[in-house]
């Protein structure tokens, strides 16, 4: 156990609809990651925030959006929702934002249909 | 463009024998590599690292090696059991403004050990 909670394990929902996936990340952690892996894909950076702040983007789609809260939390938000955003999402956290070690959830399973 | 690379999908050793996972990376200016391990159904764990300054780390049966001027690193598992059977990424950090650093990932090399 990581100590990384995502939540929820497993959606489904249809095209077009907006989901709102959930990360509480490891006690005393600042930075959060969310990465998102597709079938036969590697792990893909999408953002990580800093005690509050957006500190870096990847190859995050303009129909995303992230957000991490006071109290740490962070939430991913996927709106206008493709088949091709099937994936599995993953929520990282650090103490620090320098990225060394990450520890990551268990991960959102998302489907699309 | 893929900056980190593994290029062997898939590995299958005996047990006892030597597992050797590699991977490739174009950008010179990495300054930390990892390699995280993932069961099905379970999210990546971190295994071992290296800093860009060294060549060398072990930890138990695991070693890592960098060769910098290859831009190449490997994992060697010794001697390998059937527990390591898993997903293997290589990652390796970039560094931002403010100190920020973001991993970046491999694609993954799927490892079976056999008994």
């Known amino acids: 156990d990581s100590g990384v909670t995502q939540t929820p394990k497993h959606l489904i929902t249809a095209t077009g609809q907006r989901v709102t996936l959930r990360c509480s990340p490891r006690s005393g952690d600042l930075s959060v990651y969310w990465y998102q892996q597709s079938l036969d894909q590697g792990l893909q950076f999408l953002i990580q925030?800093?005690?509050?702040?957006?500190?870096a983007k990847g190859n995050i789609l303009e129909r995303f959006s992230a957000q991490q809260f006071p109290d740490l939390h962070s939430e991913l938000n996927l709106s206008s929702l493709e088949l091709g955003d099937s994936a599995l999402y993953f929520c990282?956290?650090?103490?620090?934002?320098?990225?060394?070690?990450?520890?990551f959830g268990e991960g959102s399973w998302l489907t699309v249909v | 463009d893929q900056q980190v690379k593994q290029n062997s999908p898939s590995l299958s050793v005996q047990e006892g024998r030597i597992s050797i996972l590699n991977c490739d990376y174009t950008n010179s200016m990495f300054d930390y590599f990892l390699w995280y391990k993932k069961y099905p159904a379970e999210g990546p764990t971190f295994l071992i690292s290296?800093?860009?300054?060294?060549d060398k780390n072990e930890d138990g049966r695991f070693t890592v090696f960098l060769n910098k001027s290859a831009k190449h690193l490997s994992l060697h598992i010794v001697p390998s059991q059937p527990g390591d059977s898993a997903v293997y990424f290589c990652?390796?950090?970039?560094?931002?403004?403010?100190?920020?650093?973001?991993?970046?990932f491999g694609q993954g090399t799927t490892l079976q050990v056999k008994p």
């Open positions: 990652a390796a950090r970039e560094l931002g403004p403010g100190n920020t650093g973001k991993l970046i």
């Open positions: 990282a956290s650090s103490y620090a934002g320098s990225g060394n070690t990450i520890y």
């Open positions: 925030y800093y005690n509050g702040e957006e500190r």
């Open positions: 290296i800093s860009s300054i060294k």
